[in-house]
């Protein structure tokens, strides 16, 4: 009886180990997409083709990351004169590809366009994906690219869906003063309530004791926790105009999530629930709406330049959101 006792009590280590490395390769290092399954997706949702991409002025940009890593991007010059630019940041397991279905909508204000890889993704380096925990410092290292290249009187924007919402909304605590407003595209309002989410409700798999367990390898492997990735802690101390847009179908990041982050937000900020959308796709099955928004954030942003000493001390004011 105790050798019966002592062969279930490895195998439940056994399996117990075997699913904690899992959830953690598939949470840090999950597969990534190549461009050829990207464009197929885009083609199909009639946004943008891998001609029109292909065809575009673009230059190779790359930059280190403050941890030494080389990131990837593409420089999109539309509208140099106008000192307007955008840095679109894309979701886990795809790359810059994706954020060419945003290209006209910026360049329609004026606005030229850096495409970016996040690190571990697409032609930049890394080894782990980190939720915004060390990529938020991956864009200020964008935007510095930017002012150097260009100007410290150049206007930029964000742009970040899924993984890259997180990102971008991270990015709120440490934000540059030239970066003037955010579009969150179906971000997660909080790391470990969404791997909860996805753990029970998507997997079928009970979170206690795994979420512990896994949490434990990422800060010991991957140098991070979950409870160090909450954009709703960043949100509530940024008065930087924010548009927050989430289909309503979305079962993968929960609609929810923008609605509390939205309500957590102080003002300016905007919100645009797409009817129907699921994960991700909110400008594919509505572009129309979802530019408009976007180009009524713009117009009320770039409007707040006239206040800009009284905005910008309430932005020094506000309390930063806690270093993690």
């Not at 840090?28 to 083609?43: A, G």
């Not at 410092?137 to 150097?148: H, N, R």
């Not at 942003?301 to 506000?318: P, T």
Request: charged share 20%; glycine share 8%.
């Amino acid at each position: 009886m105790l050798t019966i006792l002592i062969l279930a009590a490895l195998l439940l280590l056994l399996l117990t180990a075997g699913l904690t490395g899992f959830a953690f390769r598939l949470i840090t290092q999950m597969k990534l997409q190549p461009p050829e399954r990207i464009f197929e997706y885009l083609e199909s949702t009639g946004v943008y083709s891998r001609e029109r991409f292909d065809n575009l002025a673009k230059k190779e940009v790359q930059v280190t990351s403050k941890d030494g890593l080389t990131l990837y991007g593409y420089a999109l010059e539309f509208n140099p004169e106008n000192k307007r630019w955008v840095i679109i940041v894309h979701g886990y397991t795809v790359s810059l590809y994706v954020s060419a279905q945003y290209i006209d909508m910026f360049d329609q204000k004026g606005f030229s366009v850096l495409l970016i890889d996040q690190r571990r993704h697409g032609n930049s380096q890394g080894r782990y994906t980190t939720y915004g925990f060390m990529e938020k410092y991956d864009v200020a290292t964008w935007v510095q690219w930017v002012l150097e290249q260009y100007g410290e009187d150049c206007v930029i924007g964000l742009h970040g869906q899924s993984f890259g919402g997180g990102t971008v909304l991270e990015y709120l605590g440490i934000a540059d003063r030239r970066v003037k407003f955010v579009v969150a595209d179906c971000p997660y309002s909080d790391l470990t309530k969404l791997m909860r989410h996805q753990m029970r409700v998507l997997n079928k798999i009970p979170t206690f004791p795994l979420l512990w367990l896994v949490n434990r390898r990422m800060q010991r492997v991957a140098g991070f926790r979950m409870e160090q990735v909450s954009p709703l802690k960043a949100v509530g101390h940024s008065v930087m105009p924010v548009l927050f847009v989430h289909g309503t179908k979305d079962n993968y990041v929960p609609t929810y999530m923008s609605m509390e982050l939205y309500e957590r937000k102080p003002e300016p900020k905007r919100l645009l629930l797409v009817e129907g959308a699921v994960h991700a796709n909110a400008y594919g099955v509505n572009p129309k709406r979802y530019a408009e928004e976007v180009h009524a954030l713009i117009e009320s942003a770039i409007g707040m330049e006239g206040l800009s000493e009284e905005y910008y001390s309430l932005q020094n004011e506000a309390e930063p959101a806690a270093a993690t």
